[in-house]
Structures are given as structure tokens and as C-alpha cells.
């Protein structure tokens, strides 16, 4: 099996950012790490599959890390929604391919 990482560092603008991934085959979405720059900011993080289904959302203040065993296929689309500040974030998700 292989472990890929998935790194992404993006800037909203107002307060909104977003983007897709790969096509996944038979994959896990194991981490969700976000960071961005000031420890204080609040912000929504979602992620979409391919079939247009919200399957991880959550609000935050300051880092996400989330750990989990999610099968995922297809382009997944990540977003930023409603940050506080048009700051840099720096997005990770850890994804296991199956054999």
C-alpha cells in the first residue's frame, strides 16, 4: 500500500478558497491536517466527492487535524468558506491507496 499526501498551500479572498485533488482509485482518506497562519482564525472546511456529496464538513478556529478511515473515489473538492482573514493556509490530506 502506498501513502500519499496530498499538500495544498492556498490564500482566500474573501475568505474563500478552494480546489480539487486528483482522481482517487480505491483510496482512504485517513488525515485532514489545515493550518493556517494565525492561530485564530475561524473558517469552515469542507471537502465534496465526486458525486457532488458534502462528506466532511466542520468549523474551526485555528488548526484542523482530523483523523479518519474514509473510502473515497474520484476528484475530491476541498474548501475554505468564511475565513476570518485572507491569510495563507496550508491544507494536507493524508490518503492511502488499497492494494
Known amino acids: 500500500m502506498l501513502n500519499n499526501g496530498i499538500k495544498i498551500t492556498t490564500t482566500p479572498s474573501s ?4 480546489g480539487n485533488t486528483v482522481s482517487l482509485v480505491g483510496s482512504d482518506l ?5 493550518t493556517p ?5 475561524e473558517y469552515q472546511f469542507k471537502i465534496t466527492n465526486a458525486d457532488s456529496i ?12 482530523r483523523e479518519m478511515n474514509l473510502p473515497v473515489s474520484g476528484v475530491l ?23
Open 77 to 99: 473538492t476541498w474548501a475554505i468558506v468564511g475565513a476570518s482573514a485572507d491569510e495563507s493556509f496550508t491544507v494536507y490530506l493524508g490518503v492511502k491507496e488499497k492494494n
Open 30 to 34: 485517513r488525515m485532514i491536517v489545515v
Open 54 to 65: 458534502i462528506i466532511f464538513d466542520e468549523t474551526v478556529s485555528g488548526t484542523l487535524r
Open 15 to 18: 475568505g474563500a478558497s478552494s
Open 37 to 41: 497562519t494565525t492561530n485564530t482564525t
